[in-house]
């Protein structure tokens, strides 16, 4: 329905990491932005407002609600504004975002520390208090168990429920932007109706309710 959009880079990236990405959904139709605040450095109250100031100038400039994608760190951002801007977004999804902690993780730990000097247990402690609590929106996590920077476990919700889902794909943390698996479920959740949320399925199950639709094929019990 050609609604806006907009991709945060993950950590130690800027909007030039999301241009694959953004470029597709801009082929499908979308009003796609990127976050145009430069480098990701990890969660500080003046981005999150800058943030919040970019989330209101798009939602201003269309009129209608915003969904945020967010990949790794992004996805971090894009749970804590749903929190503060429920009103303004439409739903969220996050690409391999470690929102429920850091500590324990494959590769970011160490890179982390040494680049900010900065006690990962801090960083940690900040993102289990404000962004592992699902937001008020629908919720997509999408998550790789070969990730290799982030934990996996630490990308998706502890519980699934109304309004949010875990969609597990394989693939690396840096390819998560342009794996085929991760851009046509991204694609089916934006195409959702605004207020008309569904789970999204995989596989046979998926394969057999498309046949249905025409007519071609019945789902047996």
């Given at each position: 329905d050609g609604h806006p959009v907009m991709v945060l880079p993950g950590w130690m990236t800027s909007d030039a990491s999301t241009v694959p990405l953004r470029g597709l959904l801009k082929d499908l139709g979308y009003a796609v932005h990127g976050w145009g605040l430069g480098r990701n450095l990890m969660?500080?109250?003046?981005?999150?407002?800058?943030?919040?100031?970019?989330?209101?100038?798009?939602?201003?400039?269309?009129?209608?609600?915003?969904?945020?994608?967010?990949?790794?760190?992004?996805?971090?951002?894009?749970?804590?504004?749903?929190?503060?801007?429920?009103?303004?977004?439409?739903?969220?999804?996050t690409l391999g975002s470690p929102f429920r902690g850091v500590k324990g993780a494959t590769n970011v730990e160490w890179l982390y520390e040494w680049v900010t000097g900065e006690s990962i247990d801090d960083a940690d402690r900040q993102i289990r208090q404000r962004a592992a609590t699902p937001p008020p929106v629908p919720a997509t996590s999408i998550y790789s168990k070969g990730d290799g920077i982030v934990h996996w476990e630490a990308c998706r919700d502890a519980e699934e429920g109304h309004l949010r889902q875990n969609?597990?794909?394989?693939?690396?943390?840096?390819g998560l932007g342009h794996n085929p698996a991760v851009l046509k479920c991204i694609a089916d959740r934006l195409a959702l109706r605004e207020g008309e949320w569904r789970p999204y399925e995989t596989g046979e199950r998926a394969d057999i309710r498309r046949e249905t639709s025409d007519g071609r094929k019945k789902i047996k019990h």
């Open positions: 969660a500080s109250e003046e981005m999150e407002r800058k943030l919040a100031d970019r989330v209101d100038a798009l939602t201003d400039r269309y009129g209608r609600k915003i969904s945020l994608i967010g990949w790794s760190a992004g996805g971090v951002y894009a749970r804590v504004i749903a929190h503060q801007m429920e009103s303004s977004i439409r739903q969220v999804i969609i597990e794909v394989s693939g690396s943390h840096t």
